[in-house]
């Protein structure tokens, strides 16, 4: 079974982290990245930047409405994703425990819709 | 085959039995040979169906859960067959039908029979009640799909029970299933590092069952009295596939302890009757002494849990001939006990209850008003009720009124409100 992980957490939280603890979790990262590679789950995933970057784009009566921002302003925002291919949602449940963003924020277990 | 005829009211019996004993059984094994959800429900109503035909001419099986496994096994490879799509599946079911060796002769045979006890079939019901119960799931589904797959009640059962329209429920249902297919949920018993958070679940989900057929009172809540007897039934299958877990053989305990006062604690009237006003004589012995006897079995295997200590409060109760005889310094350790395990602001709450008997209304009101200045239990009845009753017993009438106004206005149920109303008209009378 293929699944997406999507990272969602506080940007806020994000942003007021100290250059140490923001060297922490990115080494966190590269661990879980490095772990997963290993053990032949991974097969996709990015970090991405903040919503305060975002674009938002709606078709609508055949014009392209643009807008600022992410498409739901939610406290908690999606920050990065994963593929990975395992075995069943236990498994995915596990991997996605191991995400350091797990920790202060939470992960969406999404199961890929195969064609 | 027992090969003889039998009478007609024999062969109902023999499939009401057969349907309690062995239906979860049935669907069980049958969606883990089909994977199919759906299909294991549909054959495994075909195969009752086809018992009802089946057994009056040619008599009622030795094992009557193995003839309808293979039946229920067949009538899903017919089914398969006749779908156009089902080829890869159909080969798929063939190939685990053979590697269970049981599934052989048509409508079930001598060979079939004598493989079902030992072929694993067991170990099913545990896949399937744990995959019902996957923390993935949201827990009214979880108890739905429990209802419905391993006690084999109907959709409609199950929505008159927890009061909702049936096509709610039935939505409630597919949805579930659908999660489970879409989403990837492992059909089987968890490995031994999650067992004990899943475990909880499974125990959470038959307790809630309970509690649900227990809070109904009166006649026209006949079916969701029902739901005491499946909890106890489902609990019973836990115990014997889980021989080893004391919380599991706690619950069971509980269960039994509590079903045993089930009809002392309501008047011809559907009002609750508090426990220190029950005639005890109506309690079931039966029950009280096997609850007694599991809980001793799981106290012995010293791995105390929550089910086990509110198991051994209620066999204070159970144990007490009368309401004075009630060891309440031993209910109030045991609630201390389950709130260090739980800590949670009713078990305090019931804590003070029970520290009110053991030390006198003071102490237990030192408690309740602990508690209601912490804000916790803000708006829930039994906090004002409880100090209410405290007030009282120091004979502080006006207090008393006015907290029992107060849990008047806050309870739910209209037996709650008449217990209510008539401490109060005791209030008015004793100020």
Redesign the interface.
């Given at each position: 079974m293929r699944y997406a992980l999507l990272i969602c957490t506080d940007e806020t939280t994000d942003l007021a982290m100290s250059p140490a603890e923001a060297e922490t979790q990115f080494a966190g990262y590269m661990k879980f990245g490095e772990d997963m590679t290993k053990r032949g789950v991974l097969t996709g995933g990015e970090r991405l930047r903040p919503s305060t970057d975002a674009t938002t784009v709606q078709v609508r009566n055949g014009e392209v409405v643009t807008s600022d921002g992410p498409f739901a302003e939610t406290k908690e925002q999606i920050g990065g994703f994963y593929l990975v291919d395992c075995k069943d949602l236990d498994e995915a449940i596990e991997i996605a425990a191991k995400i350091p963003g797990a920790r202060v924020g939470s992960i969406e277990v999404r199961p890929v819709w195969e064609m | 085959m027992t090969g003889t005829a039998a009478p007609s009211g024999d062969v109902e019996a023999a499939v009401v039995a057969a349907f309690h004993s062995d239906w979860g059984r049935v669907v069980a094994t049958l969606i883990r040979v089909t994977g199919d959800w759906d299909l294991a429900e549909e054959s495994a109503q075909d195969a009752f169906a086809r018992a009802l035909e089946r057994w009056p001419g040619d008599g009622i099986p030795r094992n009557p859960g193995a003839w309808l496994t293979t039946t229920a096994r067949n009538r899903a490879l017919d089914r398969l067959r006749r779908a156009t799509t089902g080829a890869a599946k159909l080969e798929e079911v063939a190939v685990n039908a053979r590697s269970d060796a049981s599934g052989d002769s048509g409508d079930g045979g001598d060979a079939a029979e004598d493989e079902f006890a030992d072929s694993g079939v067991e170990d099913d019901r545990l896949r399937l009640i744990f995959t019902c119960c996957?923390p993935?799931l949201a827990r009214e589904a979880q108890v739905a799909l429990t209802l419905r797959t391993l006690a084999g009640l109907t959709t409609a059962e199950i929505a008159r029970a927890f009061l909702v329209p049936e096509p709610t429920m039935a939505q409630r249902l597919v949805r579930a299933k659908h999660k489970i297919r879409?989403?990837?949920?492992?059909y089987r018993v968890?490995p031994a590092y999650?067992l004990p958070e899943r475990t909880g679940a499974v125990l959470a989900v038959l307790y809630l069952l309970f509690n649900e057929g227990y809070s109904a009172t009166a006649g026209a809540e006949l079916v969701r009295v029902g739901l005491c007897a499946e909890a106890i039934r489902l609990a019973r299958t836990l115990v014997a596939l889980m021989p080893d877990e004391p919380e599991v053989i706690g619950l069971l305990a509980l269960l039994l302890l509590q079903d045993a006062r089930r009809t002392a604690r309501v008047d011809p009237a559907g009002d609750l009757i508090p426990l220190e006003e029950q005639d005890r004589s109506r309690w079931d012995g039966d029950s009280i002494a096997e609850g007694l006897d599991r809980l001793d079995a799981a106290l012995r295997r010293a791995q105390p849990g929550p089910y086990q200590v509110q198991a051994a409060i209620a066999a204070c109760h159970a144990t007490a001939r009368r309401a004075n005889d009630t060891d309440w310094a031993e209910i109030a350790a045991l609630y201390g006990e389950l709130v260090r395990m739980v800590p949670s602001p009713v078990v305090e709450l019931n804590r003070a209850v029970a520290v009110g008997m053991a030390e006198g209304p003071e102490a237990g009101l030192r408690l309740v008003d602990a508690l209601d200045d912490s804000g916790a239990l803000a708006g829930y009845h039994l906090l004002p009720a409880t100090r209410a009753d405290l007030l009282r017993r120091l004979g502080r009438a006006t207090d008393a009124a006015v907290a029992y106004r107060a849990a008047l206005f806050l309870a739910a149920t209209d037996a709650e409100r008449r217990y209510l109303t008539r401490r109060l008209a005791e209030m008015a009378v004793a100020g």
């Open positions: - | 996957h993935a879409n989403a990837g949920i492992p968890p999650l």
